[in-house]
């Protein structure tokens, strides 16, 4: 999930991989090997590629990757024709729903015995 998250985000940056090794200080091979999942990155450097994608540890490691697969459908259709704006906008409603559904199982799995109100 971090290889495809790290590779969306860069590409929604519209950065080549060479310019996201330049502000991170690293060999453009490392970072190659950072989307292929053949090696990690180091906490340091999580650390700057949260700050260059401006997102969370949480967001870059684990991701919404459902929700985040979703919303590149929904804009790639859109940038294709293949869909209206009514089905693009229906589309990330069910998305939405998804997600909040998601989150609330989540949270309720995670409630202490004795159960949480959501």
Do not use: W
Request: aromatic content about 6%.
């Amino acid at each position: 999930m971090f290889t495809q998250n790290l590779r969306r985000r860069r590409d929604q940056q519209g950065l080549t991989q060479r310019q996201i090794c330049a502000m991170l200080n690293i060999e453009q091979s490392t970072y190659a090997q950072y989307e292929r999942g053949t090696k990690q990155p180091s906490i340091p450097i999580i650390k700057d590629m949260v700050k260059i994608f401006c997102c969370t540890a949480d967001e870059l490691l684990f991701g919404d990757s459902e929700y985040e697969i979703a919303l590149d459908d929904i804009v790639s259709g859109l940038k294709a024709k293949t869909c209206s704006p009514e089905e693009a906008h229906e589309a990330y409603l069910d998305a939405e729903r998804k997600k909040k559904e998601r989150a609330r199982l989540y949270i309720l799995k995670r409630a202490p015995t004795g159960g949480a109100a959501v």
